[in-house]
């Protein structure tokens, strides 16, 4: 016969011995994950720059990227006909901000001098993230389809100027594939070398079908007398891949600086008042800890200076609950690379070591229970099924310490006992505890209709409530007076910590919902159980505090706790009480 826990604690002790951890070998003393697991990443970790650094004329072999010149009375498209290719001189000029341009002119009457720039963005992802990212994308229409999806942001910096008979003027256009168009161009006046930035989030209309995109330089048209120049000294282009679509070596974070102070930041818990020794392989960039309390305010900063092996000893406030590190490059423009970070217990830094993993596994011949399989759903149900079990416990022993006191402030109030049948007593703190005193309910009361005025069971004993929501217990085969009644105290139902319920908006701009009592904090979502949505940047609900409204900007409150009640305003983005929705709320004592 199959073993049957009684006890909450036994069930699920019984329940988690179905499985057992087995750990990696790794070491256990290092407290930070990969940067590849739950680290904010910022952007620019996601950036690698194009250019023609190292290209050779002719050849995709050591650069994949391809640059070409020509003259005409209309821009050219990048399929249309070119005079030629860059030559390696003139890759050379342009692939170093150095003030030596690869310049193009032409005197033809009305002919426009004009440059191409383009990119292959699978080359691009294939030697710097390597052909893996692309998963089941081989060929390439489906690279193409999988960049447009996987590239957020491309940039492109022009550094050059042009001259025509009109002045100085050169422009930067970007390639749309779609309308087969140059557009958004944009222009600058000077007579020396200017940077001229373009930026495109929509790959959908840059990326062409052979997964390249296309950028060009060129002048105003000459009249047959002034020529019609382009002068490029140096271009490059950021390729900024969406968050989650390449791989981060474990231990590894490249960031890619575009401008000063920029960082990635992970949280991890920490106890307080507690020593901690970080530790990290760091090129010129910096690493910040900063503790946070339990209401997210920041605390005094531990600044780990740029070192090429930066150690750091720090003790946690007393309040601290977590730390945030913030990887940075500070000052520093350009590639950095943070390597092997370790945050341990402990006043010294021992040798790095990767976070400890485990491998779970079913235990079989354990219970009798076996077979249950191991997967996503069961292990949560564990996970659930304990904390469950240890709230429900908690309220018990919390309800127990209050409905089964020996001392009552109210002599008239009515303490809950129950004798060797289960069956519950109420009885007079005031009086002598003798069996006329006390008043039993049957288990077969009839909970489906306990205002009913019959029961099969005559003896049963019908729970009904009187104005004031005080339990009522009568004999449904006896008249119901006042003298068969036993009411019982609302001490056991004031000791519920909480209290919920729901409101209908109405659209009103400012609205108080009226409560049983002043909660100290307060739980609200809509019916379909959103509180916040990123695409209309709606607050429906979310979690306000005694002195810490719920709010929808820097400076506005969508609820705020009052006095037995907390107010709602229906106004932008807050969306509390938008009309005919349906909101659901728990307060907390």
């Known amino acids: 016969m199959a073993y049957t826990p009684t006890s909450w604690k036994d069930r699920a002790v019984q329940y988690a011995k179905r499985y057992f951890l087995r750990d990696n070998g790794g070491s256990d003393k290092n407290l930070l994950p990969p940067f590849n697991e739950g680290w904010t990443l910022h952007e620019n970790t996601r950036m690698k720059q194009g250019n023609y650094v190292g290209k050779v004329s002719g050849s995709t072999t050591a650069n994949p990227h391809i640059s070409k010149n020509t003259a005409a009375a209309a821009l050219t498209s990048p399929g249309g006909s070119w005079f030629a290719e860059e030559t390696d001189p003139q890759y050379s000029n342009m692939s170093t901000l150095n003030a030596t341009s690869t310049t193009h002119a ?27 990212v692309f998963g089941v994308a081989v060929t390439t229409p489906e690279r193409v389809a999988w960049l447009k999806l996987n590239v957020a942001k491309l940039i492109v910096n022009w550094h050059g100027y042009g001259s025509s008979p009109s002045g100085n003027k050169a422009y930067l256009g970007l390639w749309n594939a779609s309308s087969s168009l140059y557009d958004g161009t944009l222009n600058h006046t000077n007579g020396t070398v200017t940077k001229i930035t373009q930026t495109s989030s929509n790959m959908s209309l840059r990326i062409d079908t052979n997964g390249f995109v296309h950028f060009i330089a060129y002048a105003d048209a000459s009249n047959g007398t002034t020529a019609s120049t382009i002068n490029t000294d140096f ?59 339990s209401l997210g305010n920041a605390l005094t900063s531990v600044k780990l200076l740029s070192d090429p092996s930066t150690t750091k000893t720090f003790t946690t406030p007393s309040n601290a609950v977590k730390l945030r590190m913030y990887m940075s490059n500070n000052t520093t423009i350009g ?25 779970v596994t079913q235990a079989p011949g354990i219970v009798t229970q076996a077979g249950t399989p191991l997967n996503a759903a069961n292990l949560n149900t564990l996970e659930t099924g304990l904390q469950t079990a240890a709230s429900t416990m908690d309220t018990h022993i919390a309800l127990q310490t209050t409905v089964h006191g020996s001392t009552s402030a109210a002599t008239a109030s009515k303490l809950v006992h129950r004798d060797a049948n289960g069956r519950a007593q109420f009885v007079d703190p005031s009086a002598n505890q003798d069996a006329a005193t006390k008043i039993y309910v049957d288990t077969h009361a009839n909970l489906t209709n306990p205002h009913s005025a019959t029961s099969a069971n005559t003896a049963s004993r019908l729970v009904l409530r009187d104005a004031s929501a005080r339990a009522q217990f009568a004999d ?114």
Do not use: W
């Not at 390449?246 to 992970?266: E, G, K, V």
């Not at 590639?335 to 491998?359: C, I, R, V």
């Open 106 to 132: 032409n005197t033809t009457n009305t002919y426009i001098m004009q440059n191409l720039y383009s990119f292959d963005l699978i080359e691009h992802v294939l030697r710097n993230y390597g052909s893996s």
């Open 235 to 293: 271009i490059e282009l950021e390729v900024y891949m969406a968050a989650g679509s390449i791989p981060q070596a474990d231990y590894t974070l490249t960031l890619n600086a575009t401008a000063t102070f920029q960082n990635t930041t992970y949280d991890v818990e920490c106890l307080p008042s507690a020593t901690y020794t970080f530790s990290i392989l760091a090129g010129s960039g910096s690493t910040q800890i900063t503790p946070y309390d």
């Open 335 to 359: 590639t950095l690379a943070f390597t092997n970070p370790q945050l341990e217990l402990g006043s010294s830094a021992t040798a790095f070591a990767p976070m400890k993993t485990y491998d």
């Open 476 to 589: 449904p085969s006896a008249a119901q007076d006042a003298s068969t009644k036993a009411y019982t105290d609302a001490t056991a139902e004031a000791a519920r910590p909480y209290a919920s319920g729901t409101y209908t908006g109405d659209a009103s701009s400012s609205r108080d919902i009226s409560l049983p009592f002043t909660p100290s904090a307060v739980i609200l979502t809509s019916k379909l159980g959103q509180m916040y949505n990123d695409t209309d940047g709606g607050v429906r609900g979310g979690i306000a505090l005694t002195g810490l409204p719920l709010m929808y900007g820097a400076s506005s409150n969508s609820l705020v706790i009052g006095t037995n009640k907390f107010t709602l305003t229906y106004t932008g983005n807050s969306l509390v009480n938008v009309s005919g929705t349906v909101y659901y709320y728990i307060i907390f004592k």
